[in-house]
């Protein structure tokens, strides 16, 4: 049984740990699966995700921006999401589509139907069966994200007005598509939030 599942939220909510755990409980349960993560998961993609994240780039448009994204997910969606769906693999993604509609959309002010004709141009018109959104404020996923002294990239750098719009951004789209959508109180403990997610996906697969 195929399924698309995608993990949605601000960088320090936890998405990429929620994911990888996701993975590992599935393929015990007997499950083929492929998780990959935005932008990225292609040699196209993490060139174009290096462009995107680079600190320097601060004159980088926001109508160049959403089309970076929407190639390197255009590459993504042809090289590894659609032919593993139709093997029947759940795919498992660290963010996707969604992402640019907060970002791109909320974020930046760019036109939302635009956004999706862009979109659903670079995707084929594919989107996740299920997404999870991880919600922490922006305040505490920043936070995060420099107690981790991990990547601090462009995006991450921006105003803290912008970060409120995109979590704003983020529940709407959630609020207008609840039967794809399930939000997540992200401050809980990493085994609670992931305990929430199983017991979701279990009942899509009807276990």
């Known amino acids: 049984m195929s399924l698309f599942i995608s993990f949605e939220g601000p960088d320090g909510s936890g998405k990429t740990t929620q994911a990888r755990l996701l993975e590992g409980w599935l393929r015990q349960q007997g499950y083929e699966v492929v998780l990959t993560r935005e932008p990225g998961g292609t040699a196209i993609g993490e060139q ?105 990239n462009r995006l991450d750098a921006e105003a803290m007005d912008f970060h409120h719009k995109v979590r704003a951004g983020y529940l709407a789209l959630a609020e207008g598509d609840p039967g794809r959508w399930v939000i997540i109180e992200a401050t809980q403990p990493v085994a609670g939030v992931q305990e929430q997610i199983r017991r979701v996906v279990a009942g899509r697969l009807g276990r």
């Open 48 to 152: 174009i995700r290096q462009v995107l994240h680079d600190r320097r780039n601060i004159e980088m448009d926001a109508r160049a921006e959403v089309l970076l994204y929407s190639a390197a997910r255009a590459q993504l969606v042809a090289q590894c999401i659609r032919p593993a769906l139709e093997a029947g693999y759940i795919v498992i993604s660290d963010r996707y589509a969604d992402s640019t509609l907060a970002y791109q959309g909320y974020g930046r002010g760019l036109e939302l139907d635009i956004l999706r004709a862009i979109t659903d141009f670079a995707t084929g018109g594919l989107w996740p069966d299920l997404t999870f959104y991880l919600d922490v404020t922006p305040e505490e996923g920043l936070h995060r994200r420099r107690s981790a002294g991990g990547e601090w």
